[in-house]
């Protein structure tokens, strides 16, 4: 049974539009990510948050925008979507209190821009 | 600039027999090293972690070893069950990279029944 949710699951949209992927989690997580994942190629984190108000860009540029004004919850934002952007998109949070704590993720929204 | 490599795309194993999956990493700062596992339509699951400072870690069918001269880890699953036909990818922590989790390409595992 999940415990951090993803909305939607798959996604097919238009060039130019704006799109939301929700990301929710129920475990009281302060760290929470994004990773965007290709297939047959390694998960790059894109966006990340250590807590509420708190948002820093990853290792691989993106142009999408996070919020985090909730601790549970973790929206990203495509303000205009190409062809580019489709991919598999993954929330994941973890546990503070530990540095070695291992990531949760969601079940991910597959994206297709068409 | 992979940090983290897993150079073996798919593996076929047999049924009851081990499975050997290998990754290679070129950051010493490394801390910890995680495996996840990810089934279709799915998110990635935690497996089994083993920190630098260890060179084995064990929990039931899973054992991760660690050679750190080599800079190279790998994930026994002994014995191997089809439930176990899923993608494993291998991923680092280093706290001085603010913590952040590197991962793998994956690599794809068939068990044979």
């Known amino acids: 049974e999940a415990d951090i949710y993803q909305t939607p699951r798959y996604l097919v949209i238009g060039t130019g539009k704006k799109i939301t992927l929700e990301c929710s989690q129920t475990m009281g997580h302060d760290k929470m990510y994004w990773y965007q994942q290709d297939p047959g190629m390694e998960l790059h984190l894109i966006h990340y948050?250590?807590?509420?108000?708190?948002?820093e860009k990853g290792d691989l540029s993106s142009e999408s925008t996070v919020s985090r004004i909730r601790t549970e919850h973790f929206p990203l934002t495509l303000e205009s979507a190409r062809p580019s952007h489709t991919s598999q998109y993954l929330c994941?949070?973890?546990?503070?209190?530990?540095?070695?704590?291992?990531?949760?993720f969601g079940n991910g929204t597959r994206l297709t821009v068409t | 600039d992979q940090q983290v490599k897993q150079n073996s795309p798919s593996l076929s194993v047999q049924e009851g027999r081990i499975s050997i999956l290998n990754c290679d990493y070129t950051?010493?700062?490394?801390?910890?090293f995680l495996w996840y596992k990810k089934y279709p339509a799915e998110g990635p699951t935690f497996l089994i972690s083993?920190?630098?400072?260890?060179d084995k870690n064990e929990d039931g069918r899973f054992t991760v070893f660690l050679n750190k001269s080599a800079k190279h880890l790998s994930l026994h699953i002994v014995p191997s069950q089809p439930g176990d036909s899923a993608v494993y990818f291998c991923a680092a922590i280093f706290r001085t990279g603010g913590f952040k989790t590197i991962f793998g390409a994956g690599t794809r595992l068939f068990v044979k029944a």
């Open positions: 994941a949070s973890s546990d503070s209190r530990s540095i070695n704590s291992p990531l949760h």
């Open positions: 948050s250590y807590g509420v108000n708190s948002t």
């Open positions: 950051n010493s700062m490394f801390d910890y």
């Open positions: 083993i920190s630098s400072i260890k």
